[in-house]
């Protein structure tokens, strides 16, 4: 893997530039699509540019780790951090520009704006993590002002801040499209997140159960009946298996309220501890 980036992408740092590159490839009639990520990079943002890639002729990847988005006693210090080696996986994925914009340039001194979701918000990781998703609102929709691409992509690990996303984009009429695309896997279940590297050995033994019990829990849901007992058994055999639950819940798709029985689209969601890693995990129904 190559230390440095190659010459194909450029790590912007300064908004005029990234302006200036980007108007120049709107001109020579080139879509852009722009890939939001907080660095430490996996397969999974990985799958996200090679699927842009698919949507337009020029890829940016932002990298900025959020801190609007974490809570006082969150890893925002300790979140990983990595810039060469996230650059060389970009260049080797084919991403043209990498907008890494300064903490100091994205919260200037006297900034004082937030984009605030309502309904979605509030169940679900906003029971606890309160203030986070308008933390991703905010940022989300300054990196779509910055870079104005056609279209950006999203993981649907985070499911409930995709639909967060969707919600702010069509109310505030941003003129890009969302996509939304499947969470990729380890082989025994676990979904790719940055945080995995936090897990210790056991605990990463542990982990692909969030998986299984997620599944478990969708097929029973599948065959129509109450969701209450599903979840019950659910949460006591991740507690069993040493998870800290923190939420587990069959929601509407669209707008994550909790269903009793399932009849449409609808996801099991949840979130649990696995010593001081949180982890988060969906499955479609
Ligand atoms: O999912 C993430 O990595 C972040 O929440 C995002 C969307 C890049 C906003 O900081």
């Known amino acids: 893997m190559p230390a440095h980036p190659t010459p194909e992408t450029q790590a912007i740092t300064d908004l005029a530039r990234l302006r200036e590159t980007v108007a120049a490839w709107r001109a020579a009639g080139d879509r852009v699509v722009l890939v939001p990520t907080m660095g430490a990079l996996h397969r999974g943002h990985l799958a996200l540019i090679a699927h842009a890639r698919t949507l337009g002729e020029r890829v940016v990847a932002s990298i900025f780790v959020n801190p609007t988005q974490f809570g006082p006693s969150e890893d925002f210090a300790r979140y990983p951090r990595d810039a060469a080696s996230d650059l060389a996986l970009l260049a080797q994925a084919g991403t043209d520009a990498a907008w890494m914009p300064e903490a100091a340039a994205m919260y200037p001194p006297g900034f004082s704006s937030r984009i605030e979701v309502g309904g979605l918000t509030e169940g679900l990781c906003g029971a606890f993590r309160p203030g986070h998703f308008s933390g991703v609102a905010t940022v989300v929709t300054k990196l779509l002002n910055q870079v104005r691409p056609d279209a950006a992509l999203f993981g649907e690990k985070d499911f409930q801040q995709l639909q967060v996303i969707r919600r702010a984009v069509a109310d505030l009429d941003l003129d890009v499209a969302i996509h939304g695309m499947p969470t990729i896997r380890e082989a025994d279940g676990l979904a790719l997140s940055s945080r995995n590297r936090y897990l210790a050995p056991a605990e990463r033994a542990t982990a692909p159960k969030l998986h299984a019990v997620l599944s478990d829990i969708a097929a029973q849901?599948?065959?129509?009946?109450?969701?209450?007992?599903?979840?019950?058994?659910?949460?006591?055999?991740?507690?069993?298996?040493?998870?800290?639950?923190?939420?587990?819940a069959v929601c509407d798709a669209a707008t994550l309220a909790p269903l009793a029985r399932v009849d449409g689209p609808a996801r099991v969601l949840a979130a649990a501890y696995l010593g001081k890693t949180r982890l988060i995990d969906n499955v479609a129904v």
Do not use: H, K, S
């Open 221 to 248: 849901a599948r065959d129509g009946g109450e969701t209450a007992p599903a979840i019950a058994r659910g949460i006591a055999a991740l507690e069993a298996a040493g998870f800290a639950v923190q939420y587990l």
